[in-house]
């Protein structure tokens, strides 16, 4: 995920070895975007997401992880994730979900047809 994140001009400003410490480096650093888990030692992605979102109802999560129960992935949106991407992350995809949730995609126009500037000057 680092060099997804790296790919989609992310700086990582830390990693977690477990739910609690995920909450803890959350409240000292306030990342722009946040990535989970759900297995993760401890507390799970998605209480650490709930936690979070009760704090900071403007925080960006996404999860990342190879559970794929319908009920887990509610449970993910009742907590306030933004995204879900499964395990094995296909790059192409996470990449798009990255931009999309920092803002970063751009609309872009239409190329104008050669034949429609004619004449202007």
């Not at 907590?79 to 798009?96: D, I, M, N, S, T």
């Amino acid at each position: 995920m680092r060099t997804l994140l790296a790919k989609a001009g992310c700086q990582v400003v830390g990693e977690a070895a477990n739910g609690d410490e995920a909450l803890t480096m959350y409240e000292q650093v306030r990342p722009d975007l946040m990535t989970l888990d759900i297995v993760m030692p401890g507390k799970d992605g998605v209480a650490v997401a709930t936690e979070i979102m009760a704090r900071h109802p403007g925080a960006t999560i996404i999860m990342c992880t190879s559970m794929t129960s319908r009920d887990k992935i509610l449970a993910c949106q009742r907590a306030g994730v933004k995204h879900y991407l499964l395990k094995p992350v296909q790059e192409e995809r996470a990449l798009a979900v990255l931009q999309a949730v920092l803002g970063k995609v751009r609309a872009t126009p239409p190329p104008i047809p050669v034949a429609a500037l004619r004449g202007v000057p």
